[in-house]
């Protein structure tokens, strides 16, 4: 399922589609090249502790993390 977000002040849109499979593939720079500097950090500390076992679980949470990130910034999902 792909989310659709638009930014109200000059209505801007980000697709946000197969978060899982990016997020699996390229970890914690999906979410830098997204724009979610605080989940790319922490997705990147969990992975060194865990030695990589936490990047087959958090895929599962990319997309809810991505478009919640963009909804704090006043975003709004089309």
């Known amino acids: ?27 914690s720079f999906y979410f830098a090249y997204k724009g979610v500097w605080g989940q790319a950090v922490l997705s990147f500390f969990i992975a060194c502790f865990t030695f990589g076992i936490s990047w087959l679980i958090y895929p599962f949470f990319a997309e809810k993390a991505i478009v919640d990130h963009y909804m704090r910034m006043g975003w709004k999902v089309k």
């Open 1 to 27: 399922m792909a989310a659709i977000l638009i930014n109200p002040s000059n209505n801007y849109e980000v697709r946000v589609s197969l978060a899982f499979l990016w997020c699996l593939l390229f970890g």
